[in-house]
């Protein structure tokens, strides 16, 4: 799980301390709204996730907050473009089931689900770094609006 990974052995206690601490992070579970001086930073785990399933990856492209986005891509204007289109997608999943209540026909969604997760997808990988291994990546689409994660 990802919160084993702090206890991954290295053979550097400096590294063993530094790998640590970024994946606990050092905000106090009391104080909600941490001031942006660097004096505190979240953990990584807030922003990875570790599925055990028959497709593991680390994160999702749909729901990953801006700033694991950033750290993907390393270009404000490319993450402003994937928020858009999540953004874009989640406004379309949101129409498809106004038209079914609307109509009181309800359908199976899956494969237009699957049709947005094919449009994200070939947005993204364009604008990955190259050799980045997309294994690591989920591009599936979900009612979860995506807005509530940056």
């Known amino acids: 799980s990802k919160e084993d990974l702090a206890s991954l052995p290295l053979d550097n206690d400096l590294y063993q301390t530094v790998l640590y601490k970024m994946l606990k992070g050092n905000i106090p579970q009391d104080l909600t709204d941490p001031p942006a ?35 993907l891509f390393q270009n404000e204007k490319t993450v402003k473009k994937v928020l858009a289109k999540r953004n874009e997608i989640h406004e379309a999943l949101k129409e498809k089931e106004r038209e079914e209540k609307k109509t009181g026909i309800k359908s199976d969604n899956t494969p237009f689900r699957t049709e947005k997760s094919q449009i994200l997808r070939d947005t993204v990988i364009k604008m990955l770094p190259l050799n980045f291994d997309i294994n690591f990546i989920d591009f599936g689409v979900s009612s979860s609006n995506p807005e509530d994660y940056e």
Not at 41 to 68: G, H, V, W
Request: proline fraction near 6%; hydrophobic fraction near 35%.
């Open 37 to 71: 001086n660097g004096e505190y930073y979240k953990s990584l785990c807030d922003f990875i996730q570790i599925s055990n399933t028959k497709s593991p990856y680390i994160m999702s492209i749909y729901l990953a907050p801006r700033e694991l986005l950033l750290a």
